[in-house]
């Protein structure tokens, strides 16, 4: 079945403690990327990636990395979560590497990040 | 810069009854345009896209929404409400023609009563 996979499904953590949210596609969608979705704000980009080794950042890219070592993996890493960071999390991919509307966005089922 | 406007956070209707849901969006270029719906605890999950082939776009579902550029709105619309269309919808506009960026709407939770 064609999908993308994240882990954890929720997840509670500590201020500044380091954590990595995985995202896996089996599509092989050349690009991905990742969303925080906040009420009353829609979902915001954070880091997208048009293939292997090459990423950029998104709208709100503060207080995160990425990585796209593998065409079918883009972990999502936080160095030292805060509060504001607490926020359902989604990953997304798709094959068109330049045309969006060619090629729809497949979402994961979401992270629920809560950090205290 | 693109944006678009999600007027309504919550909508109820009656089994049966239309649904209409408002989009209107802003954009100096010729806008792409997406109806994302979100059920609890899933993702996203694409409805339907304008793309300029044509003005009036059919979804899964039974949704379709009209792309009004004098009115520069993109509502979503449903003739008869189902008790399974109970979720959250997201309309979205692409950033330029070249980028890989939605940009989404705040989103409007839809009720559906029986």
């Known amino acids: 079945e064609a999908q993308v996979t994240q882990n954890p499904r929720y997840l509670i953590t500590v201020t500044g403690k380091k954590l990595t949210v995985t995202c896996s596609q089996n599509?092989?969608?050349?690009?991905m990327s990742w969303y925080r979705q906040d009420p009353g704000l829609g979902l915001r980009q954070i880091y997208y990636s048009m293939n292997v080794e090459v990423t950029d950042k998104g709208d709100v890219p503060e207080g995160y990395k990425v990585s796209r070592k593998e065409k079918r993996n883009f972990p999502l890493i936080l160095e030292s979560p805060s509060p504001n960071q607490t926020s359902l999390y989604f990953c997304?991919?798709?094959?068109?590497?330049?045309?969006?509307?060619?090629?729809?966005?497949?979402f994961g089922n979401g992270t629920r990040l809560t950090v205290t | 810069a693109q944006s678009v406007t999600q007027l309504g956070s919550h909508v109820s209707v009656s089994e049966g009854a239309l649904v209409l849901l408002r989009c209107n969006y802003s954009s100096s270029v010729p806008p792409y345009l997406f109806w994302y719906v979100q059920y609890p605890n899933q993702g996203l999950q694409l409805l339907l896209k304008?793309?300029?082939?044509?003005?009036l776009v059919k979804g899964i579902n039974g949704f379709e929404a009209e792309f009004k550029k004098s009115e520069t709105s993109f509502h979503l619309t449903k003739p008869s409400a189902h008790m399974s269309d109970a979720a959250e919808y997201f309309c979205a506009v692409g950033k330029g023609g070249a980028t890989n960026k939605l940009i989404f709407g705040t989103g409007t939770l839809l009720a559906v009563q029986p």
């Open positions: 997304a991919s798709s094959l068109s590497k330049g045309r969006l509307y060619n090629s729809p966005l497949h």
């Open positions: 599509m092989n969608h050349e690009y």
């Open positions: 304008y793309t300029s082939a044509a003005t």
